[in-house]
């Protein structure tokens, strides 16, 4: 007999690629305004402060090849294309030096962003949490092992929606790097295993549609892509 009084959830888990393994999901970290450009376009100043973090559910995660239907309350819905590090090795107060081995592989994410509502947040001086961790808001990609690909620190990152590009960049454009994020991120929680941590986007983020395919891609690292429908049948 269970100890438990209602059935345990479902674990979040993304597939890696060419396996039949999935990795086990256990809490989604992401890094604000990661790139100036993109800090630039949302009117902030891009030097070099200190990173902020805000977090998603894990069952918001969406597998790639999904379609979804566009999500309620919201009528100004942005793409966010990102590198995202999947965690293997926990810790707290980690070295940036040292901060590399941590990590057990990479894949491709999209921070999708109820921007009416976060940008109403602001505003009120409220939390996010209505505008970024709402339901099917992060769509990722099957994950690459670090021992495949080893840690990409550098190449084009992009986004299409339908067939049109809308963001551009390279990973080498972020203001802080993978070890570094990761370190100032175990300074206020620690990491575990299964964490994964949403490294920030560049410019070109804006609206999307019902009937709108999105499709973001790094090199040498993967491809997500969703599609958004009115309603599913």
């Known amino acids: 007999m269970s100890e438990f009084v209602i059935p345990c959830p479902p674990q979040s888990a993304l597939p890696v690629a060419d396996s039949d393994k999935k990795f086990p999901v256990r809490r989604i970290w992401c890094v604000g305004r990661n790139y100036a450009d993109h800090a630039r376009e949302m009117g902030h100043d891009p030097d070099r402060e200190p990173p902020f973090f805000f977090s998603k559910p894990a069952d918001a995660i969406v ?13 100004n819905l942005h793409h966010e294309v990102e590198l995202v590090v999947a965690i293997g090795v926990g810790g707290k107060e980690i070295n940036s030096e040292s901060a590399l081995e941590h990590v057990w592989g990479y894949g491709v994410g999209i921070d999708m962003t109820r921007r009416d509502l976060q940008a109403q947040a602001k505003k009120l001086q409220r939390p996010w949490e209505m505008g970024k961790g709402f339901d099917q808001s992060a769509p990722v990609s099957a994950l690459r092992s670090v021992s495949e690909i080893g840690h990409p620190a550098e190449g084009r990152i992009w986004l299409k929606v339908n067939d049109s590009i809308r963001q551009d960049g390279n990973l080498n454009m972020q203001i802080w790097n993978v070890g570094e994020t990761i370190s100032h991120l175990s300074a206020f929680v620690e990491l575990g295993a299964g964490d994964l941590i949403m490294t920030g986007t560049p410019a070109g983020v804006g609206p999307c ?24 049948s």
Do not use: H
């Open 63 to 75: 597998s790639s090849n999904s379609v979804l239907a566009f999500p309620s309350m919201t009528s």
């Open 209 to 232: 549609s019902a009937g709108d395919t999105l499709e973001g891609v790094i090199e040498g690292i993967g491809r997500v892509t969703v599609s958004y429908v009115d309603e599913l």
